[in-house]
């Protein structure tokens, strides 16, 4: 059974920074990507930010030049790097894995959320 583990979040002053990280357990054999998606109170979620296994990175316009995500195959972890961080990206940010084989299936499947508070 896969799982997801998050840790990092918390409670930042505007202009501040913080660093998620996401551990994944489980036999997985392979997966296409990792990342991070986020939801704010009454919103609905929004990617942040992606990294495929290959390295391939992908970001919400919103976070481009101040977040950067990273991965580590080898140990199924995905980090973001918030920086310059503003009271809108105030919300519970969620860790995923996309196409963990584990065999015999293939799934996506997320962590539990950490809250990310940042204020003004």
């Known amino acids: 059974q896969v799982q ?3 840790s990092g979040g918390g409670l930042v002053q505007a202009g501040g920074s913080l660093r998620l990280s996401c551990a ?7 997966f296409n990507a990792m990342g991070w998606y986020r ?3 009454e919103k609905q979620r929004e990617l942040v930010a992606i990294i ?3 390295g391939t990175t992908n970001y919400a316009d919103s976070v481009k030049g101040r977040f950067t995500i990273s991965g ?3 140990k199924k ?4 790097q918030m920086n310059s961080l503003k009271p809108e990206d105030t919300a519970v940010y ?3 894995i996309t196409g963990a084989y584990t065999f015999p299936r293939k799934a996506n499947y997320w962590g539990q959320g950490t809250q990310v508070t940042v204020s003004s």
């Not at 994944?24 to 392979?30: E, K, W």
């Open 72 to 74: 580590d195959n080898a």
């Open 39 to 41: 939801q704010a109170p």
């Open 77 to 80: 972890t995905v980090y973001l």
């Open 52 to 54: 495929t296994s290959g």
């Open 24 to 30: 994944a357990s489980g036999s997985i054999l392979s």
């Open 4 to 6: 997801l583990v998050e």
């Open 94 to 96: 969620y860790c995923t």
